[in-house]
C-alpha cells in the first residue's frame, strides 16, 4: 500500500491564508529554528494542515503532507525495492525524501498508521535526528532544515489507537480548536467570498452544532465545513439548501436528528 503524499515546493511560494489564533505561528517557527519536532492536536477541520501549508511557505521549505490510514506501514513511508524494467529498484519513501532533500514531513492523523511508524519515526525525532534504512544499509542524518510534524485528533482516541507516551514525549505539542467566532467570520468569509455579515449566522449555527458534540452528533461542524457552505451561497444556492448540504448531511445519517438539526437552522435564521 502507498503513502497518500502531497509534496509542494514552496522556495518563493506565497503562505496560505491562515489567521493565528494565539501563538502557533511563534511556536512553530521556534521548533524548526531549534529542530525540534512538532506534534498538533485538534478537532477534524479546525486548520492544522492549513496551518502547516503556510507555516512552509513563510520558512520557504518543501511540503510533503502523508495522510495517514490504517496500512500505512514503515515501509510506506521509508520506501522499499520496486521491479522496473526487470531491475529492482530502490524508490525512497515520502519520509526519506523529506530527509534527503531537507524539507518539512507532515503526517496528518498520525494515530492511524500502523504501529511499526513509530519505531521508525523515534530516531528522527531525538538528538540523533537519524533515518536508519535497514534494507539498503543507509543511515541519513537529517540536515537542518528537515522537521516533522505529525497530527491528530484526540477526540477519536481509544485504548487501540493512541500515541505512547515514548512517542508523545518527543514531540513539542500545541492544542487546536475552532477560533473564537469572531475570528471564525473573518476565515469563513475570506475562504469563501461570502460578506461577514451574511457569514456570522453560520457562525453563530456552528456554535449551536458544536454544543451538540457527545450528544446527537459524534463531532461538531468544521471550520472546513463552514467554508464550503458559505461558498455555496456566495454562489447564489439558497442558504437551506446549502445548510443541508454541507452542515447537516454530513454530520449525521439519523433522521430524528437531522431534523432537529434543522429545528436549530430555523431558530437561527428565523
Given at each position: 500500500m502507498q503513502a497518500a503524499v502531497d509534496m509542494n515546493n514552496n522556495k518563493g511560494a506565497e503562505a496560505p491564508f491562515y489567521l493565528p489564533v494565539g501563538n502557533e505561528c511563534e511556536l512553530f517557527s521556534a521548533a524548526f529554528n531549534n529542530r525540534i519536532p512538532l506534534l498538533l492536536k485538534g478537532p477534524t477541520g479546525c486548520g492544522k494542515t492549513r496551518f502547516v501549508a503556510h507555516m512552509a511557505a513563510r520558512l520557504g521549505r518543501p511540503l510533503y503532507t502523508v495522510s495517514c490510514h490504517d496500512d500505512l506501514s514503515a515501509s510506506d513511508l521509508v520506501g522499499r525495492f520496486l521491479l522496473r524494467g526487470?531491475?529492482?529498484?530502490?524508490?525512497?519513501?515520502?519520509?526519506?525524501?523529506?530527509?534527503?532533500?531537507?524539507?518539512?514531513?507532515?503526517?496528518?492523523?498520525?494515530?492511524?498508521?500502523?504501529?511499526?511508524?513509530?519505531?521508525?519515526?523515534?530516531?528522527?525525532?531525538?538528538?540523533?535526528r537519524i533515518l536508519p534504512i535497514d534494507r539498503t544499509g543507509e543511515e541519513l542524518e537529517a540536515p537542518p532544515d528537515f522537521m516533522l510534524v505529525a497530527s491528530y485528533n484526540p477526540g477519536y482516541q481509544s485504548i487501540i489507537k493512541t500515541l505512547k507516551p515514548s512517542t508523545r514525549q518527543r514531540f513539542l505539542a500545541v492544542e487546536f480548536n475552532f477560533p473564537p467566532a469572531e475570528q471564525e467570520t473573518a476565515i469563513v468569509s475570506k475562504e469563501s467570498g461570502l460578506s461577514k455579515d451574511k457569514t456570522a449566522?453560520?457562525?453563530?449555527?456552528?456554535?449551536k452544532l458544536r454544543a451538540l458534540k457527545g450528544q446527537?452528533?459524534?463531532?461538531?461542524?468544521?471550520?472546513?465545513?463552514?467554508?464550503?457552505?458559505?461558498?455555496?451561497?456566495?454562489?447564489g444556492m439558497p442558504i437551506e439548501r446549502a445548510v443541508?448540504?454541507?452542515?447537516?448531511?454530513?454530520?449525521?445519517?439519523?433522521?430524528?436528528?437531522?431534523?432537529?438539526l434543522m429545528d436549530l437552522v430555523a431558530a437561527v435564521y428565523g
Open positions: 526487470g531491475e529492482t529498484e530502490w524508490i525512497d519513501g515520502p519520509l526519506t525524501r523529506a530527509v534527503r532533500k531537507g524539507a518539512i514531513c507532515y503526517l496528518d492523523e498520525v494515530v492511524e498508521a500502523r504501529k511499526d511508524v513509530t519505531v521508525v519515526l523515534h530516531p528522527l525525532t531525538d538528538d540523533r449566522p453560520l457562525i453563530r449555527l456552528a456554535g446527537d452528533l459524534e463531532e461538531g461542524v468544521s471550520t472546513r465545513l463552514l467554508v464550503y457552505c458559505a461558498t455555496l451561497i456566495a454562489n443541508t448540504a454541507a452542515l447537516i448531511e454530513p454530520l449525521s445519517d439519523d433522521a430524528d436528528v437531522k431534523h432537529g
